[in-house]
């Protein structure tokens, strides 16, 4: 009887998943990034602990990389992450990576280059492209390259040197030959040479590269793209965004008066190494920190800026740069769940709907903190609303051609066409959710057949229970009568 109750949920289970995954398409999907903090990410205990001291904020404690294989599973299946960014692996006296000793040689508290190699490989096999971190502005003052007529006294590499960038990118090369990582991330752009951007984005031409930008404007973003950078980070979608969702009843115009809302090639971010903890902001307007993030993460994977996470965002992770909290080791324990999920459902639209990977941005209705927009593509649609205010919100949407219907895909919804050919799009308060688009089915026969399936089920459970309870008192009662 259980197996037969098992077979028939899961077998309706995968009626009730069938409409979305057929609308799939083979590498259509964007990319997703997920930064790796590693000393601060998760300690294998398997690594040497010299040099390590968890009760300095500062300093070492004691993440390691093998301890980033044994979350590869969660980054693959839980987040769907399609790019890991790992921090500098390369020797140095600051946990960050950002000041480096040696380029020469691994962090001796990460492992060794070895463990490096089989993680790329594990995430490889996983099919997650591995992105390295590599800082090109300072040396430790202890470094060899302090010898190097390059490297100033206070420890910073003159890029417009041709000797500094030969070496450069002579360790980018070697690095990568030997890891096999698929791209390079780096974190301050600005002070390249346009000329030597080409010259690396050329040299390592089958590399995936990612910029940032201290000085985040139309003439150095447009310039770094040219010059080959597939990606660049935009910071100050961050303040806006975090004005925005941390708080009720604030207009969305900062973020969709962006010039780059549209632009697939600047990627957005609500968490970043450098930045207090999205989390921490809820300490200032006394909301619920998971409420608020999953209606700041429906903005960001739903957007066509593709989604950059930085570890611990699915927890969510709390602190503060002012003490160094925010880069506090990632508590994977923490045993709620709901981000983790509410990105699942997010990741999972990617691929499933062209719309959502390469569509257009439309916005339906802004008003009262409460926006619905669409994703368009080759006349498929999905919607996306977000109440941002503190009680129910509905609008009319009367574009839509008629006898059609939306599907709520992360909250339970269905709206169908009204009298007057308009559809009705409504939300309780901080929320969002994501409709799917699609000619009217009529009856929802999965939903039907689960429900009777499971009525079915449990009224043949009860008659199988109540002839065995007979027979069990016939049985007494006989032999009681012998006695």
Do not use: C
């Amino acid at each position: 009887m259980r197996r037969l109750t098992v077979l028939l949920v899961s077998l309706v289970a995968l009626m009730l998943v069938f409409p979305i995954v057929g609308q799939a398409e083979q590498g259509d999907e964007r990319n997703s990034y997920y930064y790796i903090l590693i000393d601060r990410f998760q300690n294998s205990n398997s690594i040497t602990e010299e040099g390590v001291d968890r009760n300095d904020p500062f300093g070492f404690h004691g993440g390691d990389i093998v301890g980033i294989t044994d979350r590869i599973s969660h980054i693959e299946d839980d987040l769907g992450i399609s790019h890991v960014v790992l921090s500098p692996v390369f020797a140095s006296e600051d946990y960050t990576g950002q000041t480096v000793l040696d380029y020469e040689q691994i962090q001796q508290t990460f492992g060794s280059v070895e463990d490096a190699i089989e993680t790329v490989d594990m995430f490889n096999e996983a099919g997650i492209e591995v992105i390295l971190h590599f800082p090109m502005e300072q040396v430790s003052e202890n470094s060899p390259l302090m010898e190097e007529e390059w490297v100033t006294e206070e420890g910073t590499i003159q890029l417009e040197d041709e000797a500094a960038q030969a070496y450069m990118l002579e360790q980018m090369t070697e690095w990568q030959k030997m890891l096999g990582t698929s791209g390079f991330y780096i974190s301050n752009a600005d002070p390249l040479p346009v000329d030597y951007v080409d010259t690396l984005t050329n040299e390592l031409s089958d590399q995936f590269w990612i910029s940032e930008l201290a000085d985040f404007n139309e003439s150095n973003v447009e310039s770094i793209l040219d010059a080959g950078f597939d990606r660049v980070l935009h910071g100050e979608f961050r303040e806006d965004a975090r004005e925005l969702f941390k708080t009720i009843e604030v207009d969305y115009d900062s973020i969709l008066n962006d010039p780059y809302l549209d632009d697939e090639r600047v990627v957005h971010y609500m968490d970043h190494y450098t930045t207090d903890r999205f989390t921490r902001a809820m300490e200032e307007s006394g909301l619920h920190p998971i409420t608020r993030w999953k209606m700041a993460l429906t903005y960001l994977y739903m957007t066509p800026n593709e989604p950059w996470l930085f570890q611990g965002t699915e927890v969510p992770s709390d602190g503060l740069v002012e003490d160094n909290s925010h880069h506090a080791m990632v508590n994977f324990l923490s045993g709620d769940e709901q981000l983790i999920r509410h990105i699942e459902k997010l990741e999972s639209f990617n691929g499933h709907f062209p719309e959502v990977s390469h569509g257009d941005m439309n916005v339906l209705h802004d008003d009262d903190y409460f926006l619905v927009f669409e994703r368009e593509h080759e006349g498929n649609r999905v919607l996306v609303a977000i109440n941002n205010s503190p009680e129910f919100q509905y609008t009319e949407i009367d574009h839509l051609p008629t006898d059609m219907e939306m599907r709520g895909l992360i909250e339970d919804d269905l709206i169908r066409e009204n009298e007057d050919g308009t559809y009705t799009v409504s939300l309780e308060r901080e929320s969002s959710n994501v409709f799917n688009v699609q000619p009217n089915q009529g009856i929802y026969w999965p939903l039907t057949l689960l429900f009777f399936g499971v009525l079915g089920a449990f009224i043949v459970f009860a008659i199988i229970m109540y002839r065995k309870n007979r027979r069990e008192d016939r049985t007494k009662q006989d032999q009681n009568s012998k006695e």
